[in-house]
């Protein structure tokens, strides 16, 4: 099995420009490709983890990565899949942004001598001179077809900025400019970027005559609800074990939906099809197992074999013989946080990152979802003392969180 044939296998393909062609190039290593990471945040989430184990995958099948980094494209915000327009990054936030991303990706990709590229799309994006752009590149693009790009429908309604109408050009216009530099015959992106890639395959071909250029999107990463995976109550599920710890990260997966395990075995770890296919029919307890290894490999994959046996044996310890393992996670209040030398337990969960209001916190109490050192709490007025030793508090069956007075 090529690796095509296997990316097809675990459902990580949604479209490609030219099967044949496609199939051919990845097979045989010939795919120079990238795949971009805008820096909107200080560090990459489980929203750019699938695309960095494909990366990852087509590095081993002989095909070489290039991860562009948007310090360019960053400062005008990608439209795609959302409502209002992202707030506006500051040049020192986005050069934060960009060395975060690139200490976390080398854990995926090897960028060794004359291996993987990591380059800055800010290198030939700042320079580029208005009128010429216009010339050079606004010609080639139809007004007409990109206000029919998937990009800007959920946007059109709320209203688009001129800003980031921009957008689609300024990614096509890395793909073109990658073609040249470096030789970059293929793009990979999510599932929502598929007008931006033909944007930047039409603009090789308009302005250099060459029809060897391709792309392919990758199947979103959804839940079967049909919603983007890697958002908690606390936000969105990070790489970065100082933001998301990998306990957290471990349960994050532990606790994902039976539907959902096969798929996620599938798209993220190395897991091989064929142990996958044998847990088709497993339920209950054995769907917990495959869940568990799920957690498992992720874990090991994003913070190191120690950090998962770690993860694992915290979360067997925690649901099994009780709850006093020194690994689970901790969250250390200040003093402001008590009022007269206690808290109650509605806000005891909300500072916990347990629950994301005080209303949902009512609701869990009143509901006997809460234990504090494996004493069920039923009322909202309920307050405890804090120390040093702090106290066990739980969310549910499967939620537990160290609370303690720094």
Request: charged content about 25%.
């Given at each position: 099995?090529?690796?095509?044939?296997?990316?097809?296998?675990?459902?990580?393909?949604a479209?490609v420009t030219?099967?044949e062609?496609?199939r051919k190039?990845l097979?045989?290593g010939?795919?120079?490709?990238?795949?971009?990471?805008?820096?909107t945040?200080?560090?990459?989430?489980?929203?750019h983890?699938?695309?960095?184990?494909l990366?990852?995958?087509?590095q081993?099948?002989?095909?070489?990565?290039?991860?562009?980094?948007?310090?360019?494209?960053?400062?005008?915000?990608?439209?795609s899949?959302?409502s209002?327009?992202?707030?506006?990054?500051?040049?020192?936030t986005?050069?934060?942004n960009?060395?975060?991303?690139?200490?976390?990706?080398?854990r995926?990709?090897?960028?060794g001598?004359?291996k993987?590229?990591?380059?800055?799309?800010?290198?030939w994006?700042?320079?580029l001179?208005?009128?010429?752009?216009?010339r050079?590149v606004?010609?080639?693009f139809?007004?007409?077809?990109?206000?029919?790009?998937?990009?800007y429908k959920q946007?059109m309604?709320?209203?688009?900025?001129?800003?980031?109408?921009?957008?689609m050009?300024?990614?096509?216009?890395?793909?073109?400019t990658?073609?040249?530099?470096?030789?970059?015959?293929?793009?990979?992106?999510?599932?929502?970027?598929?007008?931006n890639?033909?944007?930047?395959r039409?603009?090789i071909?308009?302005?250099?005559?060459k029809d060897d250029?391709?792309?392919m999107?990758?199947?979103?990463l959804?839940?079967?609800e049909?919603?983007k995976?890697?958002?908690?109550v606390?936000g969105?599920v990070?790489l970065?074990?100082?933001?998301?710890?990998p306990?957290?990260?471990y349960q994050y997966?532990?606790?994902?939906?039976?539907?959902?395990v096969?798929?996620?075995?599938?798209?993220?770890?190395d897991?091989s099809l064929e142990e996958i296919?044998?847990?088709?029919?497993?339920?209950?307890s054995q769907?917990n197992?495959a869940?568990e290894?799920?957690?498992?490999?992720?874990?090991?994959l994003?913070?190191?074999?120690?950090?998962a046996?770690?993860?694992?044996?915290?979360?067997?310890s925690?649901?099994?013989?009780?709850a006093?393992?020194?690994?689970?996670p901790?969250t250390?209040?200040?003093?402001?946080?008590?009022?007269d030398?206690t808290?109650?337990?509605v806000?005891?969960l909300t500072?916990?990152?347990?629950?994301?209001?005080?209303g949902?916190?009512?609701?869990?109490?009143k509901?006997g979802?809460?234990?504090?050192?494996?004493?069920?709490?039923s009322?909202?007025?309920?307050?405890?003392?804090?120390?040093s030793?702090?106290?066990?508090?739980?969310?549910g069956k499967?939620?537990?969180?160290?609370?303690?007075?720094?």
């Amino acid at each position: 099995m090529g690796i095509y044939e296997e990316l097809q296998a675990r459902g990580l393909i949604a479209q490609v420009t030219d099967e044949e062609k496609v199939r051919k190039m990845l097979n045989n290593g010939e795919a120079t490709f990238y795949i971009g990471f805008d820096p909107t945040a200080d560090s990459l989430h489980v929203g750019h983890f699938m695309a960095l184990c494909l990366m990852r995958r087509l590095q081993k099948a002989g095909n070489r990565p290039i991860a562009l980094l948007g310090g360019g494209t960053g400062m005008v915000g990608d439209p795609s899949g959302k409502s209002d327009m992202r707030k506006m990054l500051t040049v020192e936030t986005i050069e934060h942004n960009i060395e975060c991303f690139k200490k976390q990706m080398s854990r995926f990709i090897d960028f060794g001598e004359g291996k993987a590229l990591m380059v800055n799309n800010a290198d030939w994006l700042l320079s580029l001179n208005y009128v010429d752009l216009l010339r050079e590149v606004g010609a080639c693009f139809s007004v007409n077809n990109m206000l029919r790009a998937e990009c800007y429908k959920q946007r059109m309604e709320k209203g688009l900025s001129f800003l980031e109408f921009n957008y689609m050009i300024m990614q096509s216009y890395d793909f073109y400019t990658l073609y040249q530099r470096y030789g970059c015959n293929f793009q990979f992106g999510g599932d929502d970027q598929w007008s931006n890639m033909l944007g930047g395959r039409e603009l090789i071909r308009r302005k250099l005559g060459k029809d060897d250029a391709e792309a392919m999107t990758i199947t979103l990463l959804l839940n079967s609800e049909g919603q983007k995976m890697g958002k908690t109550v606390g936000g969105a599920v990070w790489l970065d074990p100082e933001k998301t710890s990998p306990y957290d990260f471990y349960q994050y997966w532990r606790n994902v939906d039976d539907a959902d395990v096969l798929k996620c075995l599938k798209m993220l770890t190395d897991v091989s099809l064929e142990e996958i296919a044998k847990m088709e029919s497993w339920e209950g307890s054995q769907l917990n197992q495959a869940k568990e290894l799920l957690a498992y490999e992720l874990t090991k994959l994003v913070h190191g074999q120690e950090e998962a046996d770690k993860a694992q044996a915290t979360a067997r310890s925690l649901f099994g013989a009780g709850a006093d393992d020194a690994d689970m996670p901790v969250t250390e209040l200040g003093a402001d946080a008590l009022t007269d030398g206690t808290i109650t337990i509605v806000k005891l969960l909300t500072a916990a990152g347990l629950c994301a209001s005080n209303g949902e916190a009512k609701k869990l109490v009143k509901g006997g979802g809460v234990s504090v050192n494996g004493e069920k709490v039923s009322a909202i007025d309920t307050s405890f003392s804090l120390d040093s030793q702090g106290l066990v508090l739980k969310k549910g069956k499967k939620v537990y969180r160290r609370v303690i007075l720094k």
